[in-house]
């Protein structure tokens, strides 16, 4: 038996609220705990075997301009296994070590360093803190990590990733191979590290599935506040402002360049400039997410720029409404991964024949994938630490099965750039998204991005009581 849905209907009182703009969403709940990556590390040593040894990379600083860095984040996988935070890092897993099988190289303390860059936890906060068996400053990692790869046949590392430190891992493996004859022995085999570790990731744990469900909170009350910031004449800048506000006001941050396209801007897939004008009669199509703690939400809505859909606005979005909650009832154990995008693909090909969109059967017309020209993206992804979250789609050859804690979003859409031929007029220049994060659950599938409403009425409430309260205020 299916779990019982929560209406998507706003609460009164988050609709009348706009005075003050929504509320916080809740109190967040506990950071993962230390005893959390120490079960991640045993899980993948067994998997890796006694006879192996990984090696695991932070992320590096990167450049913006001049001597100006990116804001810094770590890398995924390293934060997955350790929870630090901090770059020119390295994590080590020995199975079977008997000194210690966690090991750490980390930035020394240097108390001049951290008067201008702040604090480091040094080796000693890397073990008090951070759960280490041992830590070493970083510096003196070709001192001794080529003795801990020695006599280890494996070395599960990630290639690719970064390629100054593919360099140094492959000089060390070569080190130990140049002195054989001084019966020292190399691994003979380097094992990429994801195949393991990123299907480990796949599956959520409770403590993480809060961590989601707390970014899914802070993204609805964003997505909430542009709608009753949004009025023709408001730039799109403006709206992603807004956005931001509400993310970095519950301590978060984007998880992806927000998209904010009103009009035509709304049928370009990744637009990024967020610089028009939003004009009347027009849609916007927002598609923003928040990271909390390392773990991302992703949301798309689309509502009329004033407040109201007109007929074929409405007809349109009705329809990818359609599609996105038939997606979304296909999410459940033993499904497998492409079922949803078969059955959004099925409502949205039926309902561009009623709206004169195509002309056909609908099952020639699917075959052809005629529907690529209106709708020409898949209909979700996993979501989890990265947006676009790692694991296989399929095994072998087939489409995987869905299981309870995978976590993937449902986001059918429809666009009609001004200018396309061959369709009734009042659908151009219509971009409509529609994307929910949805976690698989044992009875069926749980929406975390219920928050935030859909159905065009409630959307139009929302914008109404909005609208009302500013008229009130001046």
Avoid at 149 to 178: H, I, K
Avoid at 368 to 381: D, I, L, W
Wanted: charged letters at 30%.
């Amino acid at each position: 038996m299916a779990r019982p849905r929560r209406s998507t209907e706003p609460r009164r009182r988050a609709v009348v609220g706009t005075r003050r703009g929504p509320e916080l969403p809740g109190a967040p709940p506990p950071p993962l705990g230390r005893d959390e990556y120490a079960r991640r590390r045993r899980a993948l040593m067994r998997e890796m075997g006694r006879d192996a040894i990984a090696v695991i990379a932070a992320a590096p600083v990167h450049l913006r301009n001049n001597d100006v860095e990116y804001a810094y984040r770590q890398d995924s996988d390293f934060h997955h296994l350790t929870g630090f935070g901090e770059p020119e890092s390295v994590a080590v897993l020995v199975p079977g070590r008997p000194q210690g099988e966690y090991l750490l190289f980390v930035r020394d303390r240097d108390p001049t360093r951290e008067t201008w860059d702040g604090r480091r936890a040094g080796p000693a906060g890397a073990c008090r803190d951070f759960g280490a068996d041992d830590a070493f400053p970083i510096a003196d990692i070709d001192e001794i990590l080529p003795g801990l790869m020695e006599s280890r046949a494996r070395v599960f590392y990630t290639v690719g990733v970064n390629r100054d430190f593919d360099q140094r891992l492959v000089g060390w493996v070569n080190g130990l191979r140049a002195q054989a004859k001084h019966g020292r022995h190399a691994p003979h085999e380097i094992v990429a590290l994801e195949h393991a570790l990123h299907e480990m990731r796949l599956f959520k744990s409770r403590g993480e599935v809060e961590q989601m469900r707390h970014a899914a909170r802070i993204a609805a009350a964003a997505h909430l506040r542009a709608m009753r910031h949004c009025r023709p004449g408001v730039f799109e800048y403006e709206i992603a402002a807004e956005i931001r506000h509400e993310f970095h006001r519950a301590d978060a941050d984007i998880s992806y360049l927000p998209i904010v396209g009103g009009g035509a801007n709304g049928c370009i897939l990744h637009y990024r400039e967020n610089a028009s004008l939003l004009r009347d009669g027009e849609l916007l199509l927002i598609d923003a997410g928040c990271e909390f703690r390392h773990y991302a939400s992703d949301i798309t809505r689309t509502f009329p720029v004033n407040g109201r859909f007109d007929a074929a606005q409405r007809a349109a979005y009705d329809l990818v409404l359609e599609a996105n909650r038939a997606a979304i009832e296909a999410v459940r154990p033993g499904e497998h991964w492409n079922r949803p995008h078969e059955v959004a693909v099925q409502v949205l090909t039926a309902g561009m024949v009623r709206l004169g969109l195509l002309k056909g059967r609908v099952p020639t017309l699917i075959k052809e994938e005629a529907y690529r020209r209106f709708y020409m993206h898949k209909t979700g992804h996993w979501l989890g630490m990265d947006v676009h979250d790692v694991g296989e789609y399929k095994i072998g050859d087939a489409w995987r099965a869905l299981e309870p804690g995978m976590v993937l979003t449902i986001e059918p859409g429809l666009y009609i750039p001004p200018g396309t031929r061959g369709v009734p007029p009042e659908f151009r220049n219509i971009g409509i998204r529609i994307e929910d994060d949805v976690l698989v659950t044992r009875e069926g599938h749980e929406v975390l991005t219920d928050g935030v409403p859909k159905d065009a009425d409630a959307i139009e409430a929302v914008m109404a009581a909005a609208r009302a309260a500013r008229s009130t205020a001046s």
